[in-house]
Structure formats: C-alpha cells, structure tokens
C-alpha cells in the first residue's frame, strides 16, 4: 500500500473514530442490554412471557370494553404485537362517523397487556427495557427542542452509526495488508500503548463481520429517510405514504366508508382463528379493523414466518366483514417478494432474533467487545499523543478530554446495574421514573470520575461497583420481587430466570477482570515497570 | 504515532473542499446513481436495493474525495457524475 494512502485511512479513520467514539459507545453499550429487551420487561414488570404465552389474546374482550369507553364505530383499530412480549399496543382513529358517534374526534394511543389485561398508557408502560432499547438509538435526545424537520437524537444516531460505517471502511483498509500477521500479535506485557494497538486491532478484526453488519443495518434501520426523501420529490411527487407502501412498510386497505351500520358486529376471534389455523407457526404481527361496525368494515391480519425456519416471509389475509369473505391472502410460505427479503434480512440481523438465546447471547458478547475496542480507540488517540514533542496546551486538552469519554463510557455499567436495582426495590416505573434515576446517577458517576482525573482509577471501580451491583439484581428480585432464581426457573419463567443468571454472570466475569486488574497492577508497581503517575496513569481495561 | 502529516491535507480550503464533496457530493452521486437505475429496473427494487447498500457507497465515495489530490478536482468530477446519471430524469422531466 502506497505511504500516502496509507496515512490518509491513518487520519480519517482517528478523526471519525474521536468525533463518534462517546455516542457509538452508548449505542454498543445499550444496544447489547436491548437483545434482551423483552426478558429486561418481563423481569421488571414480574410477569413472564414465556410462562404465559399459550394463551389466547382476548380479542372479544378487549375490543367490548374499547366500544364501550370510545364507541368504535367508524374507526380505525390497529393492534400491534410484539415477539417474546404479552405487550401488545393499540392504536384508535377518530370516527369518519362524526353524526352518529359522540367522541369521533377523540383518538387514542395506549399499551395494552395480555396476561394482566391492564390498559396504560405509553408513558406508564415504560420499562428498562424500553428505555435501553431507546436509548441505543438515542431517542431521548429527541427532546431536546431543536426543530430541523427530523427528531434530533435519531438524526445523531444516524450520523454516528455513518460515521462509524465509515470509520470501519478505513480502519479495515488501513490493516489490509499485515491483516494476518497482524492478527496473531498480543504483547500484552510490553508497552502499554502496544496493548491497545493490540486489542484494538486483533478484537476489531474479529468483530470486524458483526461490527460491519451492524453499523450497515444500524443506519438503514434509523434513517432510511435520507435515502428516501429525494425519491418521493422525484418519483413520487413528494408522496411518502405511497413510497411505504410500495416498499410493504404499510398495508393500504381500500375500502371507503360508506355509513352503513352493520346489524351486528361479526366475530373476529373466529377470523383470526382461522388466520392462526392456517399458518399455525406463523408469528401474527398485525391486526387492523377498519371502518368498525360499517358495511365497509375489514379485519387484515399480517403473519411473519417463524425466524427459525425461514429468515424472510410475511404473509396476510384480508377479510370482508359483511360477508365473511376472503378478499385478499398470501402465506408466509411462499417465497418473499425481493423488496421484503431484503427488508427481513437487514431486520432480523440486526435484532439477532433468528436463534433463541444463543444468538443473543453471542450477540450481546460482541457487542462489549465492540465497546472494549471504543475504549482502546480513545486509549491509542491519547497514548498516541501524548509525547514530549506535542505542545503542553494540546496534551491537556486530549487528556481531559479521554478523562471526559472514558468517565461517560465505564460510568454506563454501574449505572445500568443501579437502575435494575432501583426499579426493583422501589417499585417505580415509567418515564417520569427511570429518565431521572438513570440519567442522574449516569452524571454523577461521570462527574466524579472526570474530577479524579485517573483512567486507572475509572477503570477500576466502575468495574468493582458495577460487579458488586450486577450481583445485587438477582438477589434484590429474590427479595423485592419475591422470585428467586431457582424458583422462576422452576415455574418455567425462563425469560425472568435467564435475566438474573444473566447479571450473576455478569458480575463473576467482572469480579475476576477486577481482581486480574488489581493483580497486575501491584506487580507493575513493585516492579516499576508502570511508574504511578500523580495524574494521567494509565492501566490495562480488562 | 499519529498520522504522518507529510501526507495529509494542510491547507484549510483543500480541507473544506474534500469534506464537503465527500459529504455532499457523495450523497448526490449515491442518489442520483440510484435514480438512473430507477430509469431501467422496476422503481421500487432499485429503492429498496438503495436502501440496503446506497450509505456503504456513499461512505465509499467520503473516503475517495479524501484521497483526491485536489478538492477542485474532486468536486468537479462529483458534479460531472452528478449531472450524468442524473441525465434520464432531466430528460424525462
């Protein structure tokens, strides 16, 4: 490889690494809890999926106590379920039958649950789990209250995971040619800056495949509207809907309302029924009423085919209601239009829902390992430059700034393990709830370890506090939550079990890494190999 | 060992110029590539084909304008390429 192009992937790879590095972090960091979002609510909320998962959505009674509280003639029901979760949220248009119907303007938007059959709204219903989820992809960002005609923190998101596409391009350009050789070297008890060359690159490489599919699906998932905008001013005369539709986002359901009362109601349990019947496997992603209660009205039921028989298949089934008949259907099983083949597979990669908890789990791994390769990036950049020859201002200046990252990065696993905890003990719930235990705590932990000013000692303790924390979840939920491992285990709340021993794991792994730490650095110290620095030391991160 | 800065961009405009042709510039050539596909295959496959590889090209493209010896130059051949494929719907239109 020629010296200058060389140097250049040298450069842009450092500048877009430094410029996404705390963000990206956050986003690996939340988006490994968020494979378990599912068990993360079950576990918070106590109440299993897996446990309850043979039973039947009460459709009937559900839809008899909507009519009741909204009068849903004339409307728009949309119930949208989600995999691994009895939370199933629902959506209610305003009436086009505005004469007959009192509340026809009225709409209503709430979650709702199937094994405790409890309404709330979406505010309430807000778990860690969503939280997690949401915060890998920076939606909380949103509030702040900037109007460039896209939520803020998505916008950031989508930049961070291009620049991180982009700095993966380079990075691998830059190893291209010592990939192998390269590959098999770790002199961990050399320099220390050779320790984070070495990590940084032997783990970048191996996570190099995950790394890469995650950033590409990560940015499509986020804000394929940049790709997609100009299209609908080209071609489609700025129609976005009509763009989703062709791209099956959104299933369009002709049918006009007509003001035609129907004499009664028709059973949509039997429709569904039969929908489950057919396609007993299939996962129902989507029901639809339209028009409630009118001569025009028409229940669309949408499928997905189960992940681990096929990656890509949707299917639906569109039912006239005034007569019972078919109108429209398509199974899971036949093979996938291009356009929904390609959209399953970047779906299902990035949520890695395609092998139980295995997947995940392998997922998760190399999420962290993706972090450690974040840290050891900062680490470089600060090692790097922090040389005699570079002027005092500009080494203050990059040493507070890695205190500054590193403090926000290792600060993210104590305060993840407190909120678990928190919720547990105290019950609480909602936004109103976990923004500010999470995001307090997170602030002063990074304050903190920004004011004592040691990598060292940031590194250290996050990991001692985070592991005695880790520790304490499963036994706060065995105390508060009156679950013990062994007894949700038993009961066959495997989705609640799994996130106990999860975090149990979690601290031994810690716990070791801690004491590893801790070894070394005595070693070092009586050896003098690591002469202690009063104010930038430096230690190994795990 | 930070980058050599033999090699890099010093000057500041030069900077500027490949920052933007990249950003900019690249995004104009991914998109209007695509639309001139759009021209010749099925409308709503080239879109979704677009949206699975469209930001890998498009980060292709930032990298080559870094790796243009002038920002001049480099923008220059953006907006030619810009220009070209964005032909079938200019004539279209």
């Known amino acids: 490889m020629n010296n200058r192009n060389y140097n250049i992937y040298f450069s842009t790879h450092t500048i877009s690494g430094i410029i996404c590095c705390a963000l990206l972090y956050v986003i690996f960091f939340a988006g490994s809890f968020s494979f378990f979002k599912d068990e993360i609510s079950a576990w918070q909320s106590n109440v299993s999926y897996e446990k309850n998962n043979q039973q039947a959505f009460p459709y009937r009674t559900l839809l008899d106590s909507l009519d009741k509280q909204y009068d849903l003639s004339g409307r728009d029901i949309f119930l949208y379920f989600s995999p691994n979760s009895p939370n199933t949220y629902v959506s209610i248009t305003p009436s086009q039958d505005t004469i007959q119907n009192k509340k026809a303007n009225e709409r209503a938007y709430f979650n709702y649950n199937a094994v405790t059959k409890q309404e709330k709204t979406y505010k309430e219903s807000y778990d860690l789990g969503e939280f997690l989820y949401r915060l890998h992809f920076l939606a909380q960002l949103n509030q702040v209250p900037l109007h460039i005609g896209y939520p803020f923190g998505y916008l950031v998101a989508g930049l961070v995971a291009f620049l991180f596409l982009f700095a993966l391009i380079t990075g691998l350009l830059l190893h291209w040619d010592k990939l192998v050789s390269n590959f098999f070297v770790f002199r961990p008890w050399s320099k220390l800056k050779t320790i984070w060359t070495d990590i940084h690159t032997a783990l970048g490489v191996i996570g190099f495949p995950f790394q890469f599919i995650f950033a590409f699906t990560g940015v499509i998932l986020i804000v394929n509207t940049v790709f997609l905008t100009p299209f609908s001013k080209l071609l489609y005369q700025g129609n976005m809907d009509k763009i989703y539709e062709d791209l099956e986002y959104t299933t369009t359901i002709d049918s006009p309302f007509q003001n035609k009362p129907l004499h009664a109601v028709p059973d949509i349990q039997a429709g569904i029924q039969q929908a489950q019947q057919q396609w007993p496997d299939a996962f129902l992603k989507r029901v639809t009423l339209k028009n409630y209660g009118d001569a025009s009205m028409r229940l669309a039921i949408e499928v997905e085919a189960p992940t681990h028989q096929r990656f890509a298949g949707t299917g639906k089934i569109i039912y006239d209601l005034s007569t019972g008949k078919v109108i429209q259907q398509q199974s899971p099983y036949t093979s996938p239009t291009y356009i929904s083949a390609i959209k399953s597979f970047i779906y299902h990669l990035h949520f890695g829902d395609y092998g139980g908890y295995f997947v995940k789990i392998i997922n998760f791994i190399m999420g962290i390992v993706g972090c450690v390769v974040i840290v050891s990036g900062i680490l470089i950049w600060l090692v790097a430059r922090d040389k005699k020859n570079v002027p005092v201002h500009k080494r203050k200046f990059n040493t507070w700034l890695a205190h500054i990252f590193v403090a926000i990065c290792l600060s993210m696993f104590p305060v993840t393990a407190l909120t678990f905890i928190v919720v547990k003990v105290t019950g609480g719930s909602g936004q109103s709830f976990i923004y500010p235990v999470y995001f307090y705590s997170w602030l002063a932990f990074t304050v903190y370890y920004i004011l004592r000013r040691s990598l060292d000692r940031t590194n250290r303790e996050t990991l001692l506090i985070g592991a005695i924390l880790s520790l304490a979840v499963p036994i706060v939920n065995g105390i508060y939550g009156n679950t013990w491992l062994w007894q949700s285990y038993t009961n066959g709340a495997i989705d609640i079990f799994f996130i106990d021993l999860f975090w149990l794991l979690l601290s031994v792994i810690t716990f070791i890494a801690y004491l590893k730490i801790v070894k070394r650095r005595r070693h070092a110290v009586e050896k003098q190999v690591l002469p202690v620095q009063k104010h930038d030391e430096v230690s190994t991160f795990v | ?93």
Do not use: C, D
Request: positive net charge; without cysteine.
């Open chain 2, 1 to 93: 060992m930070p980058a050599n800065k033999k090699y890099l961009t010093t000057s500041i405009l030069q900077r500027w110029l490949k920052i933007t042709a990249g950003f900019f510039g690249g995004y104009g050539v991914m998109i209007s590539f695509f639309l001139m596909l759009s021209y010749f295959f099925e409308k709503k496959n080239v879109m979704i084909t677009g949206v699975a590889i469209g930001y890998i090209l498009w980060a292709v493209l930032l990298l080559f304008a870094f790796l243009a010896r002038s920002g001049w130059k480099i923008w220059l051949i953006y907006l030619i390429l810009i220009t070209l494929f964005a032909l079938p719907h200019l004539l279209n239109a």
